[in-house]
């Protein structure tokens, strides 16, 4: 009669063992799919996180812009003339983009005017200056792209000059016009150790529009591009 008892014992040991180990397996599993949820929970915060702070640059790039373009516009209200006006925007710029220069591209019925300052006075061209590397082609080229072209750009437009003096200058173009039509275009470099980008010419870009407008109204009629 102890027998049976006996065996019946060991059974309910062994089913004890067995009830434990599918416990365990389970809580293991459980703890797997739990830790499986946490990183990806983290995964999707790190992700909003990021949204949330490239979002917030964004923003305050805009109103950055809005603020330069509002302070720009206001600045150029007031200019008395062509060069009061292309003075007072050049001055604007190189505070905007250090260690730059500015040079306007004026369309004119023969082809184009230079117009470059210092001490609110226009200056002469030398055999030193980047200027001197933009043919008649080349700006009609430009004109026509009705882009912002960074100086890579020039080059296959067919941009010459000293390869050594370039290399040490990075540079690009603006365009400048009022519905369709080219007045030209805004020539903006500085040394290529302070590379300018699209993103560097943001708020020039957005005052172009005033710009052109304010340079029409004190400007003989160009010729459009065609």
């Known amino acids: 009669m102890l027998e049976p008892q006996a065996n019946s014992v060991g059974r309910h040991g062994e089913w004890v063992i067995v009830d434990n180990k599918k416990r365990h397996e389970r809580l293991r599993l459980l703890v797997k799919k739990l830790n499986r949820e946490r990183k990806q929970q983290a995964k999707k915060t790190d992700i909003l996180c990021n949204d949330f702070v490239a979002a917030q640059r964004e ?20 200019a008395a003339g062509l060069n009061d006006l292309l003075y007072t925007a050049a001055a604007l710029v190189k505070e905007e983009i250090p260690e730059s220069n500015v040079t306007f591209f004026l369309r004119q019925q023969d082809g184009f005017e230079l117009h470059m300052f210092e001490n609110n006075q226009p200056i002469s061209l030398d055999k030193q200056h980047i200027e001197n590397c933009f043919t008649r082609e080349l700006m009609e080229s430009i004109c026509k792209s009705n882009k912002v072209c960074m100086l890579e750009e020039m080059f296959a437009m067919g941009l010459e000059g000293n390869l050594a003096d370039l290399s040490r200058v990075s540079g690009a173009t603006v365009p400048l016009g009022v519905n369709g039509a080219s007045l030209g275009f805004m020539l903006i470099y500085r040394p290529s150790h302070n590379k300018l980008t699209r993103q560097t ?7 172009t529009c005033g710009l052109s407008r304010a340079i029409r109204s004190c400007h003989a009629p160009a010729r459009p591009a065609s």
Do not use: D, K, Q, V
Not at 69 to 77: D, M, N, P, S, V
Not at 201 to 207: D, M
């Open 59 to 78: 923003f305050i790039r805009r109103l950055n812009t809005i603020s330069f373009t509002a302070a720009f516009y206001e600045a150029i209200l007031g």
């Open 201 to 207: 010419l943001t708020g020039i870009c957005a005052a």
